[in-house]
């Protein structure tokens, strides 16, 4: 008996030590590895009624700082690493009130405020008032790294800052002319004397922005972690010494395990309320979610007007919460979500993780580069060639097939061609990584795959191979249809009304002469932001896209085009609404909102030229540059070409380099009509196409 008791003692003392270790090593629970990061550029915003450029210009200036941003964690960076680059960016960019472009405050010199902390242990630095650091973001993060301290202040700071090596400048660095003037309305205003203006104060172009702002980011990384990073330039016209809440941990900035929160606006109120820590309180022991807790500070403990904040939470939910007209902000994730946004429209971006590759036309074996990104597709390529629009198919095919073996030797290719049955198409699609469409006539890729604008088994298929990250290319006609729109036929000439005469086009638009208009027909619909062309230079064919995207905003359409050159490919990540150009060639992106006709002349387009690396984002209807970083060379058209288009292609991009760096008008002439240019700042020229009247013509 005894030895029972024992033995079940025994039994039962073991189960309780196997749960007990079980308990012990504490398995971890598996970390969704979803990265998601928010930034902010302050709530005190342009007007409403700002003219589009000057929020375009703020848009780009806030999808550049995400993209970095988004680039850091999306290639393994900490959250914390993620909001230092970001809020950088962000101070190195005038628009904003942090860095350069800083407040002024009374005396009319600058003083600076920034923290960051890392949620995940509660480390943080802060800097307030210091006047000599060009990224006090990285003073922040040197004290927090480089201290037992979290927050230095005043000459402390700047003393300390220089022993960091980091990158010191005078204090008229942060000044603009535009603060400047916010700083004398502000003081005129109290009826306080303005401070003399340093000799030195350096001369930026001025640009529309609000009275006060900040900036600041939030993010989660793969493993879970949060962070913070807020920096300032204060409120214009502060007091000397006045310290606001952004580097106060727990007001103006702060991040644990549960959420990370940046804040702007009133800085004494932020402070008040300890709006930041208070946000993680309430989820923390109110067991609040992250939108009732930021909607309460905002909303309910602050006044109306005071500003906003930018919150993110473990399973890296975002709020963005203002009660302010608007404020700059800007969420990405690894879904692919990535919208900017300064009052609330809203752009939410499709979901497809896939990519289109449109190629203006022939390629030269120098864009190798097309090809293998077909392969990196995938570890297994496996390459679909659709031979729909060539006369040729099987010419088409052995061409393609052999380009595609020779750069990607371990791609596995198949062919469809107009005739391979519907099953068996989509069964080769579903089966794909990727999908080369030949060039040839658009019209019969449409006709057999998607008539009349209606899906079919097979264009439901390549949607599909979009939505799992596939890549869809496609080389003249191959590109045209990937829009929602394209073009059938019709020269410029024709597209610009200038009928009789003959078109300068030597290529395949027999129609051209008896059209008035470019011609449209429904593309297949796979790229939604632009309307593309093909063999764009070497064909002359800016005055079509400029007439067709003219006549297509006035129809609701997309105002913007691209017009791809031969030998060069732009690559649509459709996620991320960002187009990249690749190849040797040119390609033109043209903006058409401003477009107007006067007469028969179409003016006010403007374009910019798009070469190898440059990054083009789609944001609230607008196209944003990121020019690349490295040298490029534009390799002329395709090899195979004849010499009179290389000719042609090269005026043009002259034409087009000299409009956008001259100071007065260029202009060249083009058969019966002429372009005529001039700068638009930042790599853009503004173009109008000028057709004679028929009484200038007769003269
Ligand atoms: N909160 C900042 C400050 O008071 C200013 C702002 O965000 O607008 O210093």
């Known amino acids: 008996m005894m030895q029972r008791t024992g033995g079940i003692r025994f039994a039962l003392c073991s189960v309780a030590v196997v749960v007990l270790l079980l308990r012990c090593t504490n398995t971890p629970t598996p970390v969704d590895p979803c990265w998601s990061i928010a930034l902010h550029g302050g709530a005190g915003t342009v007007d409403r009624d700002a003219p589009q450029?000057?929020?375009?210009?703020?848009?780009?200036?806030?999808?550049?700082?995400?993209?970095?941003?988004?680039?850091?964690?999306?290639?393994?960076?900490?959250?914390?690493?993620?909001?230092?680059?970001?809020?950088v960016d962000l101070e190195d960019d005038p628009h904003f009130n942090a860095g350069r472009g800083a407040a002024f405050n009374a005396v009319g010199t600058h003083e600076l405020d920034a923290a960051i902390m890392d949620g995940s242990t509660l480390r943080c630095g802060?800097?307030?008032?210091?006047?000599?650091?060009?990224?006090?973001?990285?003073?922040?993060?040197?004290?927090?790294?480089?201290?037992?301290?979290?927050?230095?202040?005043?000459?402390?700071?700047?003393?300390?800052?220089?022993?960091?090596?980091?990158?010191?400048?005078?204090?008229?660095?942060?000044?603009?002319?535009?603060?400047?003037?916010?700083?004398?309305?502000?003081?005129?205003?109290?009826?306080?004397?303005?401070?003399?203006?340093?000799?030195?104060?350096?001369?930026?172009?001025?640009?529309?922005a609000a009275k006060r702002g900040t900036v600041g980011c939030v993010a989660r990384d793969s493993l879970g972690r949060l962070a913070v990073a807020?920096?300032?330039?204060?409120?214009?016209?502060?007091?000397?010494?006045?310290?606001?809440?952004?580097?106060?941990?727990?007001?103006?900035?702060?991040?644990?395990?549960?959420?990370?929160?940046?804040?702007?606006?009133?800085?004494?109120?932020?402070?008040?309320?300890?709006?930041?820590?208070?946000?993680?309180?309430?989820?923390?022991?109110?067991?609040?979610?992250?939108?009732?807790?930021?909607?309460?500070?905002?909303?309910?403990?602050?006044?109306?007007?005071?500003?906003?904040?930018?919150?993110?939470?473990?399973?890296?939910?975002?709020?963005?919460?203002?009660?302010?007209?608007g404020m700059y902000r800007g969420a990405a994730d690894c879904n692919g979500r990535f919208e900017v946004s300064?009052?609330?429209?809203?752009?939410?971006?499709?979901?497809?993780?896939?990519?289109?590759?449109?190629?203006?036309?022939?390629?030269?074996?120098?864009?190798?580069?097309?090809?293998?990104?077909?392969?990196?597709?995938?570890?297994a390529a496996r390459i679909v060639i659709v031979t729909a629009a060539s006369g040729s198919q099987?010419?088409?095919?052995?061409?393609?097939?052999?380009?595609?073996?020779?750069?990607?030797?371990?791609?596995?290719?198949?062919?469809?061609?107009?005739?391979?049955?519907?099953?068996?198409?989509?069964?080769?699609?579903?089966?794909a990584t990727a999908l080369f469409f030949t060039g040839g006539d658009q019209k019969r890729i449409v006709a057999r795959y998607r008539p009349a604008g209606v899906e079919s088994a097979e264009s439901r298929a390549m949607r599909a191979l979009l939505l799992r990250g596939g890549v869809i290319a496609g080389t003249s006609a191959g590109d045209a249809m990937m829009g929602s729109l394209m073009f059938h036929g019709g020269s410029s000439e024709a597209a610009l009304g200038v009928i009789g005469q003959p078109p300068t086009d030597d290529g395949d638009d027999e129609t051209a002469?008896?059209?008035?208009?470019?011609?449209?027909?429904?593309?297949?619909?796979?790229?939604?932001?632009?309307?593309?062309?093909?063999?764009?230079?070497?064909?002359?064919?800016?005055g079509r896209l400029i007439a067709a995207l003219h006549k297509a905003q006035l129809d609701g359409g997309s105002p913007l085009g691209l017009g791809i050159g031969e030998n060069a490919a732009v690559k649509f990540e459709l996620a991320m609404s960002r187009a990249t150009a690749i190849g040797g060639g040119a390609s033109l992106?043209?903006?058409?909102?401003?477009?107007?006709?006067?007469?028969?002349?179409?003016?006010?387009?403007?374009?910019?030229?798009?070469?190898?690396?440059?990054?083009?984002?789609?944001?609230l209807g607008a196209a944003l540059v990121t020019p690349s970083a490295g040298p490029v060379e534009v390799v002329d058209a395709a090899t195979n070409d004849a010499p009179p288009r290389v000719?042609?292609?090269?005026?043009?991009?002259?034409?087009?380099?000299?409009?956008?760096?001259?100071?007065?008008?260029?202009?060249?002439?083009?058969?019966?009509?002429?372009?005529?240019?001039?700068?638009?700042?930042?790599?853009?020229?503004?173009?109008?196409?000028?057709?004679?009247?028929?009484?200038?013509?007769?003269?």
Request: glycine share 10%.
């Open 126 to 208: 802060a800097v307030a008032g210091v006047t000599s650091v060009k990224n006090p973001i990285k003073l922040a993060r040197a004290v927090m790294e480089r201290t037992k301290h979290v927050l230095l202040a005043g000459r402390g700071a700047d003393d300390f800052a220089a022993t960091t090596g980091l990158e010191l400048v005078p204090n008229s660095f942060f000044g603009t002319p535009h603060r400047r003037k916010m700083l004398e309305d502000s003081l005129r205003e109290s009826a306080a004397p303005v401070p003399a203006k340093p000799d030195n104060a350096p001369a930026t172009r001025d640009t529309a």
């Open 230 to 325: 807020t920096s300032t330039g204060g409120l214009t016209g502060k007091k000397l010494g006045r310290v606001g809440d952004s580097p106060i941990i727990g007001a103006g900035s702060y991040a644990n395990a549960i959420c990370a929160v940046s804040c702007t606006g009133s800085g004494e109120e932020f402070i008040r309320h300890s709006v930041a820590r208070s946000i993680a309180a309430r989820m923390e022991f109110g067991h609040e979610s992250l939108a009732q807790a930021t909607r309460h500070l905002v909303f309910d403990s602050l006044r109306p007007d005071d500003g906003g904040v930018i919150a993110i939470d473990a399973a890296g939910t975002i709020e963005m919460v203002y009660s302010t007209p």
């Open 53 to 87: 450029s000057v929020r375009d210009e703020f848009n780009a200036s806030l999808a550049r700082a995400l993209r970095k941003g988004a680039n850091a964690l999306g290639s393994g960076s900490s959250a914390l690493d993620a909001c230092e680059i970001v809020v």
């Open 647 to 699: 000719a042609r292609s090269r005026a043009m991009l002259d034409f087009l380099r000299r409009a956008a760096a001259s100071e007065g008008a260029v202009t060249l002439q083009l058969g019966g009509w002429r372009l005529e240019g001039r700068a638009a700042g930042a790599g853009w020229a503004t173009i109008d196409i000028v057709v004679p009247s028929a009484r200038e013509k007769t003269r």
């Open 589 to 619: 992106l043209v903006d058409a909102r401003e477009v107007r006709r006067d007469g028969g002349s179409l003016r006010g387009a403007r374009v910019r030229v798009i070469l190898d690396g440059d990054q083009i984002d789609f944001v």
């Open 342 to 379: 300064i009052f609330d429209e809203r752009t939410t971006v499709p979901a497809p993780s896939g990519a289109l590759i449109a190629i203006g036309g022939g390629l030269s074996d120098e864009n190798t580069v097309v090809y293998r990104e077909l392969c990196a597709s995938s570890s």
């Open 513 to 542: 002469r008896v059209v008035v208009g470019p011609r449209f027909g429904l593309g297949m619909a796979l790229e939604p932001w632009v309307l593309t062309d093909s063999h764009f230079f070497e064909r002359n064919r800016i």
């Open 394 to 431: 099987e010419e088409a095919a052995t061409e393609v097939r052999e380009a595609i073996s020779r750069h990607c030797p371990s791609a596995s290719i198949e062919v469809v061609t107009r005739e391979t049955s519907t099953d068996e198409t989509v069964a080769r699609f579903n089966n």
